[in-house]
Protein backbone atom coordinates (compact mmCIF):
# COMPACT_ATOMS: atom_id res chain seq x y z
CA UNK A 1 0.00 0.00 0.00
CA UNK A 2 1.45 2.84 -0.84
CA UNK A 3 1.53 6.30 0.98
CA UNK A 4 0.00 9.71 -0.78
CA UNK A 5 2.69 12.53 -0.86
CA UNK A 6 -0.11 15.21 -0.63
CA UNK A 7 0.02 14.28 3.97
CA UNK A 8 -1.43 17.04 5.88
CA UNK A 9 0.80 18.04 8.76
CA UNK A 10 4.10 17.48 6.76
CA UNK A 11 7.14 15.08 7.61
CA UNK A 12 8.46 15.49 10.92
CA UNK A 13 11.26 13.79 10.15
CA UNK A 14 12.57 17.20 7.45
CA UNK A 15 11.92 19.25 10.42
CA UNK A 16 15.66 20.58 10.68
CA UNK A 17 14.86 24.33 12.12
CA UNK A 18 13.15 23.04 14.89
CA UNK A 19 15.16 19.95 15.61
CA UNK A 20 17.95 22.40 15.99
CA UNK A 21 16.18 25.14 18.30
CA UNK A 22 15.21 22.21 20.57
CA UNK A 23 18.88 20.89 20.88
CA UNK A 24 19.94 24.26 21.69
CA UNK A 25 17.13 24.59 24.52
CA UNK A 26 18.00 21.38 26.20
CA UNK A 27 21.78 21.93 26.13
CA UNK A 28 21.48 25.86 27.61
CA UNK A 29 19.34 23.89 30.32
CA UNK A 30 21.54 21.22 30.79
CA UNK A 31 24.43 23.70 31.07
CA UNK A 32 22.67 25.61 33.44
CA UNK A 33 21.80 22.98 35.56
CA UNK A 34 25.49 22.27 36.10
CA UNK A 35 26.55 26.18 36.64
CA UNK A 36 23.93 26.08 39.10
CA UNK A 37 24.43 22.47 40.86
CA UNK A 38 28.55 23.22 41.04
CA UNK A 39 28.13 26.83 42.62
CA UNK A 40 27.81 26.27 46.38
CA UNK A 41 29.02 24.35 49.21
CA UNK A 42 28.48 21.10 50.57
CA UNK A 43 24.86 19.07 49.36
CA UNK A 44 22.85 18.63 52.26
CA UNK A 45 20.83 15.97 53.55
CA UNK A 46 17.64 17.31 52.07
CA UNK A 47 19.51 17.87 48.32
CA UNK A 48 21.24 14.45 48.55
CA UNK A 49 17.80 13.00 48.71
CA UNK A 50 16.15 14.67 46.36
CA UNK A 51 19.29 13.68 44.17
CA UNK A 52 19.29 10.23 45.30
CA UNK A 53 15.44 10.01 45.18
CA UNK A 54 15.25 11.32 41.24
CA UNK A 55 17.42 9.30 40.18
CA UNK A 56 16.57 5.78 41.82
CA UNK A 57 13.06 7.18 40.68
CA UNK A 58 13.76 7.38 36.67
CA UNK A 59 15.45 4.00 36.63
CA UNK A 60 12.44 2.14 38.48
CA UNK A 61 9.87 4.56 36.43
CA UNK A 62 11.86 3.76 33.14
CA UNK A 63 11.94 0.08 33.86
CA UNK A 64 8.26 0.10 34.06
CA UNK A 65 7.55 2.14 31.31
CA UNK A 66 9.64 -0.40 29.06
CA UNK A 67 7.46 -3.36 30.28
CA UNK A 68 4.33 -0.83 29.29
CA UNK A 69 5.94 0.20 26.54
CA UNK A 70 5.96 3.93 27.08
CA UNK A 71 9.73 4.03 28.76
CA UNK A 72 10.83 8.10 28.51
CA UNK A 73 7.05 8.57 29.93
CA UNK A 74 7.52 6.10 32.76
CA UNK A 75 11.65 7.89 33.57
CA UNK A 76 10.01 11.00 34.18
CA UNK A 77 7.30 10.22 36.20
CA UNK A 78 9.45 7.94 38.24
CA UNK A 79 12.14 10.88 38.28
CA UNK A 80 9.50 13.09 39.40
CA UNK A 81 7.76 11.07 42.27
CA UNK A 82 11.31 10.06 43.05
CA UNK A 83 12.48 13.85 43.31
CA UNK A 84 9.43 14.68 45.78
CA UNK A 85 9.77 11.91 47.88
CA UNK A 86 13.73 11.78 48.26
CA UNK A 87 13.46 15.59 49.22
CA UNK A 88 11.00 14.91 51.56
CA UNK A 89 12.99 11.76 53.47
CA UNK A 90 16.51 14.70 52.76
CA UNK A 91 14.38 16.80 54.70
CA UNK A 92 13.59 14.61 57.79
CA UNK A 93 16.63 13.89 58.20
CA UNK A 94 18.23 17.48 57.67
CA UNK A 95 16.01 18.12 60.55
CA UNK A 96 16.83 15.37 63.21
CA UNK A 97 21.03 16.67 62.01
CA UNK A 98 19.58 20.10 63.24
CA UNK A 99 17.79 18.93 66.38
CA UNK A 100 20.61 16.93 67.14
CA UNK A 101 23.64 20.09 66.47
CA UNK A 102 21.53 22.38 68.93
CA UNK A 103 21.55 19.98 71.92
Given at each position: ????????????????????????????G????????????????????????????????????????????????????????????G?????????????
Amino acid sequence: MERSKNMKGGNVNNNKKGHNFSTWIVAIGLTAIAAAGCAGGPLTAREKGAGIGALGGAAVGGVIGNAKGHPGAGAAIGGAVGLGAGALIGNYIQSQEDDDYRR
